[in-house]
């Protein structure tokens, strides 16, 4: 993956305030990620130049969410981890309280104390798949090559496009999710099962219960930015790499916070998605300067809220 320089990049600087503004905080932009694709390579490794971005965003103060339907192992491993390294190494790991992440589609919230250690936290009343219903769906599927089981969720079940097989994208890709989806569809009606949703998320089928999402996390990210800083975001910047993502930018919007969304995945998908499902009233941006933790880092550096971009 070729990637830009980040040297002289603008970090995020609280301005300085007079005494008698001392007591009035200053709202901060709130920057909120999805995970694999978005932040990281083609081997789900952080790309360094967005790992070095993030640190130092982290230190200058700037309060930043994962939101990502990845298990609490996986962005502990692959993105809080090598944060954490990065910050402990330069001497500012009081820093990691600048984060939050969301796993499991907004189920879990992962935080730092100041002591760097981590503390999760469930969602209020959230409902797992049975297991019985994950069983039958890994027995519908198991006749289907192309679809398998891999990373185990706690509270939902992913069947994924084995890469080994078909390439993620191509037509026997789709053909074998939108197979997939049908027979779990078709399982549902007839066990009378209304309170789980199947939801496309690029790679996998998301089958979980309708009140997780991307949108949870969001939800949740922003009443954690408000604990933190002391008083609403303001302005929300959300990233992803999927049409999964966009209920995140969805809630922002509707909690009244000025968004944009920043699409860095393949842009007719997006495209096609708005026809379908209607236009957006906030900003949706699609970088055009390449695909996935290239287009996130390039476009990271140059968000300017005072300038009113053309929406793409």
Request: glycine share 6%; aromatic share 8%; charged share 25%.
């Given at each position: 993956?070729?990637?830009?320089?980040?040297?002289?990049?603008?970090?995020?600087?609280?301005?300085?305030?007079?005494?008698?503004?001392?007591?009035?905080?200053?709202?901060?932009?709130?920057?909120?990620?999805?995970?694999?694709g978005v932040l990281t390579d083609d081997n789900l490794d952080m790309v360094?130049?967005?790992?070095?971005?993030?640190?130092?965003?982290?230190?200058?103060?700037?309060?930043?969410?994962?939101?990502?339907?990845?298990?609490?192992?996986?962005?502990?491993?692959?993105?809080?981890?090598?944060?954490?390294?990065?910050?402990?190494?330069?001497?500012?790991?009081?820093?990691?309280?600048?984060?939050?992440?969301?796993?499991?589609?907004?189920?879990?919230?992962?935080?730092?104390?100041?002591?760097?250690?981590?503390?999760?936290?469930?969602?209020?009343?959230?409902?797992?798949?049975?297991?019985?219903?994950?069983?039958?769906?890994?027995?519908?599927?198991?006749?289907?090559?192309?679809?398998?089981?891999?990373?185990?969720?706690?509270?939902?079940?992913?069947?994924?496009?084995?890469?080994?097989?078909?390439?993620?994208?191509?037509?026997?890709?789709?053909?074998?999710?939108?197979?997939?989806?049908?027979?779990?569809?078709?399982?549902?009606?007839?066990?009378?099962?209304?309170?789980?949703?199947?939801?496309?998320?690029?790679?996998?089928?998301?089958?979980?219960?309708?009140?997780?999402?991307?949108?949870?996390?969001?939800?949740?990210?922003?009443?954690?930015?408000?604990?933190?800083?002391?008083?609403?975001?303001?302005?929300?910047?959300?990233?992803?790499?999927?049409?999964?993502?966009?209920?995140?930018?969805?809630?922002?919007?509707?909690?009244?916070?000025?968004?944009?969304?920043?699409?860095?995945?393949?842009?007719?998908?997006?495209?096609?998605?708005?026809?379908?499902?209607?236009?957006?009233?906030?900003?949706?941006?699609?970088?055009?300067?390449?695909?996935?933790?290239?287009?996130?880092?390039?476009?990271?550096?140059?968000?300017?809220?005072?300038?009113?971009?053309?929406?793409?």
């Open positions: 993956m070729s990637l830009i320089s980040s040297e002289g990049m603008e970090i995020y600087t609280p301005p300085e305030v007079d005494d008698a503004q001392a007591e009035k905080q200053v709202p901060k932009p709130f920057y909120v990620f999805d995970a694999d360094p130049e967005i790992l070095d971005i993030l640190t130092k965003q982290l230190i200058a103060g700037q309060p930043i969410a994962i939101n990502t339907g990845r298990n609490v192992a996986w962005i502990t491993d692959h993105i809080l981890r090598p944060i954490k390294s990065s910050l402990q190494a330069s001497g500012n790991l009081e820093a990691l309280q600048n984060i939050v992440a969301y796993a499991e589609m907004g189920a879990f919230q992962i935080t730092y104390n100041e002591d760097g250690d981590e503390v999760q936290t469930i969602a209020d009343n959230v409902v797992p798949l049975p297991d019985d219903i994950r069983a039958e769906i890994d027995e519908l599927l198991i006749a289907d090559p192309a679809m398998f089981v891999g990373e185990i969720k706690q509270v939902y079940h992913a069947p994924q496009i084995d890469e080994s097989v078909v390439k993620r994208g191509s037509k026997p890709a789709e053909a074998a999710k939108k197979k997939a989806q049908i027979l779990i569809e078709d399982m549902f009606k007839s066990r009378g099962i209304d309170d789980f949703i199947i939801l496309d998320a690029g790679i996998a089928l998301v089958v979980h219960h309708k009140d997780l999402g991307k949108q949870l996390g969001m939800e949740r990210a922003l009443k954690w930015f408000k604990e933190t800083q002391g008083v609403d975001a303001e302005e929300v910047t959300a990233f992803g790499d999927s049409t999964s993502d966009i209920p995140m930018a969805d809630k922002a919007h509707e909690l009244g916070r000025k968004t944009r969304f920043v699409f860095v995945g393949e842009p007719p998908k997006i495209e096609a998605w708005l026809a379908k499902n209607g236009e957006r009233d906030y900003e949706i941006v699609l970088p055009g300067i390449g695909l996935l933790a290239v287009a996130t880092m390039t476009f990271f550096t140059q968000i300017d809220w005072n300038k009113e971009d053309e929406i793409e």
